[in-house]
């Protein structure tokens, strides 16, 4: 029994290579291992850096070319040809420090046979641990009050048949938001998250959308007011629609104000509310039918 490393490349190749380079480092036998790289640049780039590193040679790896379909629907994608009773799904910038990580979470893997999503310490390069969130979004917990609500996408690992179970990420999303709502569908099954403290992953963070610009935002509002759509009851999706429209409103009368200052704070906060307030205009002018995403 082994893993199934399921990793999305768009415009990542190096930090790939270098994260490849530390699987072959880690102790696990590699017969218990395969990477499965979906491709969502849907170039050559990614299978020629791979032989060029000859990472090939000691790692079962499969690259599957394909259009930029988002997150989730290129890991759904990965998933349905993975072979291994445990998926993880794993960031490109990742960074595996420890030679016997994977060891260690297979076997604790094994040991946990009901979980649902297990994950470790996610340190960012301030070492701070940003794995566990204890509600979702807009401050909503559906239940789950005091207790670990979703685990960061950077890294999770799913029972395959669990994965199919529920039908793997939620192709609506484009990118955000799918691991709240993969982690939110698994408790609602009666199963457990579990965080193992002793075994810790550097992420670096941002390496495929590093420029937090207008588009950014509307990509990442869309997907809360999504989520939001999918979970809320429809009085309090409507209300929660209501309470933004005017608070984007005042935020950007606010902030345009401002934005004579020169305050580069001020500026970055306009974009964020200018963001919000056109994502709700199209939910309100559209309908909720616009927030999902349908490739074209």
Known sequence: MGLSILIVNYNTEQFIVNFLHDLTKQTIDASCLEVIIVNNSNNNT???LIEQNNLNLNLNIQVMLSENIGFGRAMNLAASVAKQPHLLIANPDLVLADPDYLQELLIQANAH????VITTQLLDEKQQDLSEFYNYEFHETFGFENQICWFSGALLLIRSEIYQHIGGFDPDFFMYCEDEDICLRIKQLGLPLIKLNHL???HIGGASEPNLCHNYF???YRSQILFAYKHMSVDAFNQLITKLQRKSRSKCMIYQI???LGIARYTF???QWKAMAEVIKRTQQESTAW????PK
């Open 200 to 202: 810790q992953i550097l």
């Open 291 to 294: 927030l999902k995403y349908s």
């Open 113 to 116: 046979p009901e979980y649902g």
């Open 46 to 48: 990614m299978q020629s």
């Open 258 to 260: 401002l934005k004579p």
């Open 218 to 220: 509307c990509r990442w």
């Open 269 to 271: 906060k306009l974009t």
